[in-house]
């Protein structure tokens, strides 16, 4: 299995002021299913997400990706574990979730 870092972009605020590029970890499990790791909220209430075997929407909405591992069904778990552990930086508005796809990777 493929453990890729995904850049999309959520949608816009407005016509022509799009959000953020938003940034996470996915790892396809099937034809178009997947499991994916990501933060949701803003700098005071950051939480994790993890969405596991469902079906990889919005990819139209997706930059791109580039694959940063492989993982073994067998040690599946285990990165899903450290990702859930990953540090979670709140109330610094410079820190975003790419930061923490980014540390995650490297714990």
């Known amino acids: 299995l493929y453990a890729e870092v995904v850049q999309l972009r959520p949608g816009e605020e407005e016509p022509r002021r799009p959000y953020p590029l938003h940034w996470a970890t996915c790892v396809e499990t099937g034809p178009g299913i997947g499991n994916t790791y990501q933060i949701t909220g803003n700098s005071d209430n950051y939480a994790i997400d993890i969405r596991l075997d469902q079906p990889l929407e919005n ?16 040690e599946l778990g285990e990165m899903e574990r450290m990702l859930a552990i990953a540090d979670i930086v709140r109330n610094i508005p ?8 980014m540390s995650a990777l490297i714990s």
Do not use: E, P, Q
């Open 94 to 101: 410079s820190w975003h979730n790419d930061d923490w796809v």
């Open 59 to 74: 990819r139209k909405d997706w930059r791109g990706s580039f694959i940063v591992g492989t993982v073994t069904w067998a």
